[in-house]
């Protein structure tokens, strides 16, 4: 089983990425960390530059946070990290076909991909679900 968790850095992402360790585990599983920086948001954005190298800043320790989750948590189990500059949607489409993922367990807000994609598709909408052992 290969599963694709998509990290952005929020409580839910966070949520997701254990729960796809747990779920790599158990199923003895493939684990894939899509990080995604959506650039696009900074076209003909009034904060200029500046916002853009903030926003990059931030994202890199989201992604420096989320392998550290995964070294001390998810020892063990195979993983990859992938890092993207397109929409999040767009990226979940592309990497579960690419990488041929099984399973996206993902932060609630990406919820309309399960209609784009051919695998399950989890959401964590809040600390609840991930804590209740749902997966």
Same mark, same amino acid.
């Given at each position: 089983?290969?599963?694709?968790?998509?990290?952005? $850095?929020?409580?839910?992402?966070?949520?997701a990425l254990?729960?796809?360790?747990?779920?790599?585990?158990?199923?003895?599983?493939?684990?894939?960390?899509?990080h995604?920086?959506?650039?696009?948001?900074?076209?003909d954005y009034?904060?200029?530059?500046?916002?853009?190298?903030?926003?990059?800043?931030?994202?890199?320790?989201?992604?420096?946070?989320a392998?550290k989750?995964?070294k001390?948590e998810?020892? $063990?189990?195979?993983?990859?990290?992938?890092?993207?500059?397109?929409?999040?949607?767009?990226a979940?489409?592309h990497y579960?076909?690419?990488?041929?993922?099984?399973?996206?367990?993902?932060?609630?807000?990406y919820?309309?991909?399960?209609?784009?994609?051919?695998?399950?598709?989890?959401?964590?909408?809040?600390?609840?679900?991930?804590?209740?052992?749902a997966?």
């Amino acid at each position: 089983m290969k599963i694709l968790v998509v990290y952005s $850095g929020s409580l839910s992402s966070k949520h997701a990425l254990r729960a796809g360790i747990e779920k790599a585990r158990k199923e003895n599983g493939r684990l894939v960390l899509l990080h995604v920086f959506n650039s696009h948001l900074f076209i003909d954005y009034e904060g200029g530059y500046r916002a853009e190298v903030t926003a990059r800043q931030e994202s890199s320790r989201y992604l420096e946070e989320a392998k550290k989750i995964l070294k001390e948590e998810g020892g $063990g189990i195979w993983s990859k990290v992938i890092v993207a500059e397109i929409s999040p949607e767009d990226a979940i489409v592309h990497y579960v076909k690419e990488e041929r993922i099984d399973v996206v367990i993902s932060p609630f807000r990406y919820k309309a991909v399960s209609k784009d994609v051919s695998c399950l598709v989890y959401t964590i909408p809040s600390h609840e679900l991930a804590a209740s052992g749902a997966f």
